[in-house]
């Protein structure tokens, strides 16, 4: 879950897939209710989500006629590494999934998490601080080493020593109390806290084996040939896919792993190829260089008129949204009513449409239509197009024009300032453009400035000198979202730019975490929605719609809000 | 020629200090770090940020860490990427190959075309031929070879490819599917090469033209044909002789935009070379990586300008390099 640059940012999205991906799930498991004799919630074992993805794309995949195709994908940068540590990037996160995997998995259909990798099911304590993973006994290393209890351990305290150099370990560090080898094929993880969101927050838990690192210093991982991938045999997982070769700045080459344990992929070799930009990418998918893409509203046009290309869309995580400088030391926008006023004023239908092209849906409340916290009726307002609306409650908070220049202004204060976004999107300019007008008819004085993200986050990070400014983002799967608006989350700690903070709201979220029951907790991430929508700290705008095109010699090809799963049934044509 | 060889290498010092000192100080008053992004994801702590900050030294003033990776390097050490942790040097020797061959082959192609023209022009002096080229090369010379490079890729891979004609492959140096052979390479190879060479051949062709006008007009070139020498004889033999010296300088001072123009085109074919990985390590701010680009690119500039003196020298007697 990363910050993109709005609208249109296919790669930033995709980092925000595979975060998803990888802070491997989170709900079904837990939500299931305790069994009524100890307390003790048990996730689903391997073999009955297995059986179940199964019959669940059984009915739409055909059987695949070639399984020793070529599958080429494209990315727009290069790897940062091949250990599982030290890559917080989409491609290499990608990358290193397909290679090295976790305890668990997320559910290609939900983001819950389902036990698909190295364990079997797992067991919380009746007081929810305690995680027993069952591992799976199947699993094999690529060099036949069996997998056990002693690579967890090892792999977890790789993780909690700083000297790794993983991002993670913070977060982790702040999650995990202690662990335990049990036996073999049981492990013991204690979480400081009981709440829900603790699988998320050991995210990045891959396991890497311990034969290979254990005689590597943990401050020479990122240097280790293992890791800046120029040994490939030090490159040793557990996942459907064996490293073969990284040509630095131009291709990443994976091979099937034949000793899978559970279903292989369909094709014989993974293909990553590295371009410099989208347009670049983009010329090698119409091409047929590469097989899938990810695509703008504005290129659907072009794939929809070449022969051997298909597309589809679905509605994800993602969002657009604007958000306003509440610094006390800033009074423009301290009365609720201003910030109402903005949303008022905004076209979101025309938005939708003549902008984002269709792709995209207007927004009430501030979840998707994937999150279980999907409410619109529940809002207690629905923010239409209604300028008179803006103006007259503008005109409630004191903001009128007294000079007759088109602004309005209070105490002498025009409303007049610069709204700050991230350059390099065409539809990005669309966007601002168009709002940059539309508030104008309600005497708001905007002036856009295009930014690059470095320096766009530094702006509303680093100081109080910014207004507004539009970003893109994503909610991580279990959609709890105190990371923007919680009283403790301004920068540098969490996205919270806005200085926004509400106790109350903080407190219905510190409960969602700590809440264990699906429809309980679903009940407060409506009631938090509620209170953001009418206090609008942020402008949600529209959330994303994802667009995928793909090359008709693939077949099986499906995406989802939850990531690529195109190594479920997926099979190239030769 | 040996002492000066040597004076022009010992100024290279002194070169290499400012353009790397300049290039590492500008670097690093871009706002941003490599760990930039990891900024915004609320996953990653601000004291793990500093951390990772710390081991890469970043915590320091940068005109210290300037000093430390000058030090490094007068013992042969460009560091680590910061981006991915493998040696400069390595990244940089994986790519340079591809960056000389498209830069040797656009040379090579443009002054293949270039010289003809120009002499044939100056031949023709006034001619419609020399109009026309004079003209062309005009054109040539304001088109944007990015702009240039695009327009070839929609006419050459995607047109030609809807209309059922031979296209060429519009990204990349080989094909992901069975490339990687001879042809597959050359194929890979035209496109860039056209659009990096088209724009240097306005500049070669008006340069000969007018060094050949000049040399036409000159005595022995009057003698030459006063002998009764043949027509072509005269042009190759005695004209482009002399026109063709300052051609050796200009080719030389030519390598830098050469590089220049190879930045772009890099970009628009997707071309793995020394253009691509220089930018990409600026957007990443991965600072060991920008200085050991820019330390390749400051180098090879300088080394062509001084092979270009020399070889002037030693073409041309008259000139005395010492």
Known sequence: ?574 | MGRFIIRRLLLMIPLTVGVTFLTFGLMNLIPGSPYTNLRSNPRIRPSDIARLEEQLGLNRPWPVRYVEWLGDLLQGDLGRSMQNQVPVIDRISAVLPNTLLLTTTALIFSLVIAVPLGVYAAARHRSWFDRGTNLATVALWAIPNAWLAIMLVVLFSFKFKEWGLPSLPATGITSPRGGGDLMDRIKHLILPTISLGLIQIGIWSAYIRSSMLEALHSDFIRTARAKGLANRAVLFSHAFRNAFLPLVTLVGLSIPSLFGGAILIESVFAWNGMGLLALQAVEQRDYTLVMGTTLMFAVLTMLANLIADVLYGVLDPRVRVD
């Open chain 1, 1 to 574: 879950m990363k910050r993109f640059r709005g609208a249109a940012l296919r790669p930033a999205l995709a980092i925000a897939l595979a975060l998803g991906l990888l802070a491997p799930f989170a709900a079904s498991a837990q939500d299931s209710s305790p069994s009524p004799t100890d307390g003790v919630i048990r996730s689903p074992t391997r073999q009955e989500i297995h059986a179940e993805l199964q019959a669940a794309f059984a009915e739409t995949d055909e059987p695949a006629q070639n399984t020793e195709g070529v599958y080429v994908t494209g990315v727009t940068s290069d790897l940062q590494s091949v250990n599982p540590y030290l890559v917080e990037s989409s491609p290499s996160l990608d990358v290193v999934g397909l290679v090295y995997e976790g305890l668990y998995n997320s559910d290609p259909r939900t983001g819950e998490p389902i036990p698909t990798a190295l364990a079997d099911y797992w067991e919380i304590s009746p007081d929810r601080l305690t995680y027993t993973f069952y591992l799976n006994k199947d699993a094999r290393w690529h060099d036949g080493v069996d997998v056990t209890a002693e690579d967890v351990a090892f792999s977890l305290e790789a993780l909690s020593n700083p000297a790794t150099g993983s991002a993670y370990t913070g977060a982790f560090n702040e999650a995990v109390d202690s662990w335990q080898v049990i036996d073999q094929d049981t492990i013991q993880i204690v979480a400081k806290e009981p709440r829900f969101t603790f699988l998320y927050d050991i995210q990045g838990l891959f396991i890497v084996p311990k034969h290979i690192w254990e005689n590597v210093p943990f401050e020479e991982w990122a240097t280790d040939p293992g890791s800046t991938g120029q040994d490939p045999a030090r490159i040793i997982g557990t996942g459907p896919y064996r490293f073969n070769s990284w040509l630095q700045g131009q291709e990443i080459s994976l091979v099937r792993n034949e000793d899978y344990y559970e279903h292989k992929p369909n094709f014989r070799e993974y293909l990553i190829r590295i371009y410099p930009d989208a347009e670049a990418q983009f010329n090698a998918f119409l091409n047929g260089d590469i097989d899938a893409i990810g695509l703008e509203p504005e290129q659907v046009q072009v794939v929809e008129n070449t022969d051997g290309l298909s597309w589809q869309s679905w509605p994800e995580r993602g969002f657009v949204y604007y958000e306003f400088n509440l610094d006390p030391s800033v009074p423009l926008f301290q009365d609720k009513r201003v910030r109402q006023a903005f949303m008022w004023a905004l076209d979101r239908e025309s938005i939708v449409n003549d902008i984002m092209r269709g792709f995209g849906e207007v927004a009430t409340g501030t979840h998707p239509e994937i999150s279980p916290g999907y409410a619109p009726d529940r809002m207690t307002t629905k923010y239409t197009y209604d300028p008179e609306r803006a103006k007259q409650l503008l005109a409630e908070a004191g903001w009128t024009d007294t000079n007759g220049n088109g602004t309005v202004d209070k105490d002498g204060q025009e409303m007049s300032f610069e709204f700050l976004y991230a350059s390099g999107s065409p539809t990005n300019d669309t966007l601002v453009a168009y709002l940059q007008d539309a508030w104008r008819q309600v005497g708001i004085d905007m002036q856009p400035r295009a930014l690059d993200l470095p320096t766009l986050i530094e702006s509303t990070t680093s100081n109080n000198e910014w207004r507004m400014a539009m970003y893109g983002f994503g909610w991580d799967a279990t959609f709890i979202q105190d990371v923007m608006f919680g009283c403790d989350q301004t920068p540098p700690v969490g996205f919270n730019d806005m200085k926004y903070c509400n106790p109350e709201l903080d407190e219905i979220h510190d409960q969602a975490k700590r809440e264990f029951d699906e429809e309980k907790r679903r009940e407060l991430l409506i009631q938090a929605s509620d209170i953001v929508n009418e206090e609008q700290p942020v402008g949600i705008i529209t959330f994303s719609v994802a667009i995928g095109a793909y090359n008709d010699r693939v077949h099986n090809y499906h995406e989802s809000a939850w990531g690529n799963q195109s190594y479920v049934g997926l099979w190239v044509e030769e």
